[in-house]
């Protein structure tokens, strides 16, 4: 059980009505927001991160030891395959001048630097399950005195590898770019209990749901936004259930309930 406060929340994603892929209309304020330097070695995964961290959160003034959780299934694949398709159409050798911190989990890094973190820096792929695993290691960071702020981001912005990928799973459940961030605090406000035992329901279908209600986006993103903005609504005694299942019964289940309201937050709240 861990014990938090939930500052802020917000979604950039694609509309459910329009075509799976990247984002066609990216935040028209993106290049002001996150500047121009060295954009030649970021995708628009790295960028919209960079873009959340600092466009919905207060700036922070000097460094902080705040941990950064980035839970992708794709993270920064159109990168890569960009390096590989540039070598081979170039007749380069691979190497890191042409990305730096080439992995595909180098959008962590380029947030840590840019919002000057020096707590944990995570990046995580869990499928499915992303969405709850994200949340529990940065309460995890909370509990353990490792940090006293975390901040998640949770989603995937799809290049046409990674889209391609993504349709090679049986499941029926759509692929639209999107990315949210949230910004939990150490507090009282909320109480989070975690349950990773194995779904006992063999009809049950893959993917997340808030409540009863199932999501049908494969991108954690959506869901995790829908969940947070619930509890944020929360009446005192109250509580939102957010569950995401993958293949072989995986599954992780995260049950958030209001214990009191936080005054100096109350209204606070953006999304």
């Known amino acids: ?8 929340v917000a979604l950039c994603g694609q509309q459910p009505e329009e075509e799976p892929g990247e984002l066609a209309d990216p935040p028209s ?25 600092h466009s919905h959160d207060d700036a922070p003034q000097a460094r902080t030891d705040d941990t950064v959780v980035i839970g992708t299934e794709y993270g920064n694949t159109e990168a890569l395959a960009r390096l590989q398709l540039d070598a081979e159409s170039e007749g380069r050798m691979l190497s890191a001048k042409r990305f730096p911190n080439a992995t595909s989990s180098s959008a962590s890094a380029f947030v840590n630097i840019g919002i000057g973190a020096t707590g944990r820096n995570l990046t ?34 799809y290049s ?3 889209l391609l990928d993504a349709r090679r799973e049986s499941h029926d459940l759509r692929c639209r770019s999107g990315l949210t961030h949230a910004t939990f605090v150490r507090g009282g406000e909320f109480r989070a209990e975690f349950d990773f035992t194995a779904d006992r329901d063999p009809a049950a279908a893959p993917g997340g749901q808030v409540g009863p209600h199932r ?35 995986r599954r992780g289940a995260l049950t958030v309930t209001r214990q009191h309201v936080d ?8 999304g």
């Not at 290691?137 to 940090?147: C, N």
């Not at 947070?228 to 019964?249: D, F, I, K, N």
């Not at 005054?263 to 953006?270: E, I, Q, S």
């Open 263 to 270: 005054a100096a937050r109350n209204g606070g709240h953006g």
């Open 124 to 157: 995580l792929n869990a499928g499915l399950l992303t969405p709850v695993i994200a949340i529990w290691q940065a309460l995890f960071a909370l509990a353990s005195g490792r940090s006293s702020t975390s901040k998640v981001l949770v989603g995937d912005v």
């Open 29 to 53: 304020d993106l290049a002001a927001v996150i500047g121009a330097t060295g954009d030649q070695f970021r995708d628009s995964f790295t960028r919209l991160c960079l873009y959340l961290a």
């Open 160 to 162: 046409a590898e990674a």
């Open 1 to 8: 059980m861990f014990e938090f406060s939930l500052r802020r």
């Open 215 to 249: 999501s049908r986006d494969r991108n954690g993103a959506f869901v995790t936004a829908e969940f947070l903005h619930l509890a944020q609504t929360l009446e005192v005694g109250e509580r939102a259930v957010l569950t995401c299942r993958g293949p072989l019964a």
